[in-house]
């Protein structure tokens, strides 16, 4: 039970497995702050060299081949999230209630144009709140 709710924390950061190790292994050490600071120290150092190049992208951004190479890389990126969806979805314990998380959030970022960043925030409290006060008391 505890190493499935530590493959959703380390899931649920962004990144490939180093990240998701980071928020594993900086959890076990040292809780909360040990996952944070394990995580900015394997995610600071790609971000500042994605922020130097972005400072270069200024200039292209509105050039047609990079607008065909963003067109062109968008498959891949829905491929990117449905694989692991796909994959954790087949050991998940999914109800009515947890599939309804996902169509939800799906419907405020397309009909109600929220951000993302808002609901996965509100996403993870929610989780948070629910494991303290409901899913601890009913074991």
Known sequence: ???????????????????????????????????????????????????FIASFFIGIKDSQVVARIFKGIRPAVVALIAAPVIRLSKSAKINKKTFMIPVIAAILVAFLNITPVYIIIASALGGILYGKFFRRTSK
């Open 1 to 51: 039970d505890e190493f499935v709710d530590m493959l959703a924390l380390a899931q649920s950061a962004p990144g490939p497995i180093a990240v998701n190790t980071a928020v594993f292994v900086g959890y076990k050490i040292d809780g909360v702050i040990g996952s944070v600071f394990t995580t900015l120290g394997a995610v600071l150092p790609s971000f500042l060299i994605i922020l």
